[in-house]
């Protein structure tokens, strides 16, 4: 299986080293030196990782045969992508990669079905589970400890326990549409 592990930044310097966007929480693991990385576009790989080390708190590398500031510009915006075995897991037990995550059922503490993880969005405060309902509506879930309170993998679930306004019931919605509610959810999040 392939994760994306970083995006290649811009050139810095003169002798071949580029900043990364990290998107991997194993940098350390994934983007080390001798790492072999694909990439897309394909033709810009497979990059050899020679050297890496943080500078000013961002992480940059430098590639094997990649020796300019010409051909590191030339990097610029390719994604790294490291070959991973699917049944692989972080190292820390409260964490998981994506592909895990995927079309897991969402339900609600006292058990109600609420849908079905579609897509996992990586924002810079939070992660976000995209879950698509039964009637085809999308809701957003943070995904944080204090909402996504279960990950049980072997039960494909994920259990919430979301606050008051994150999940229009219908009741809710009635409210709204009376007059008498909260905003709708596509208000708060969209």
């Known amino acids: 299986m392939q994760l994306v592990v970083a995006r290649v930044g811009r050139a810095h310097g003169i002798k071949g080293e580029v900043t990364v ?35 000013s708190g961002r992480l940059l590398l430098r590639f094997e045969g990649v020796r300019d500031r010409t051909a590191a510009e030339a990097l610029r915006n390719t994604l790294l992508i490291a070959e991973v ?70 039960e494909q679930r994920a259990v919430i326990d979301p606050p008051p306004g994150l999940i229009d019931d219908p009741a809710a919605s009635d409210e709204v549409a009376d007059g008498h509610g909260a905003a709708s959810s596509e208000d708060e999040t969209g």
């Open 21 to 55: 966007e990290v998107r991997t929480d194993e940098p350390e693991r994934r983007l080390g030196p001798g790492a072999v990385l694909l990439t897309d576009p394909a033709s810009a790989g497979p990059l050899t990782i020679e050297t890496g080390r943080v500078h």
């Open 85 to 154: 075995d699917p049944d692989d897991k972080p190292e820390d037990p409260e964490e998981y990669y994506d592909h895990q995550l995927m079309d897991l059922d969402v339900v609600t503490v006292d058990g109600t079905e609420v849908g079905r993880i579609t897509e996992i969005s990586h924002l810079p405060s939070q992660d976000l589970f995209v879950v698509e309902r039964p009637d085809g509506t999308e809701v957003l879930i943070p995904f944080v400890e204090e909402i996504v309170t279960e990950i049980d993998l072997a």
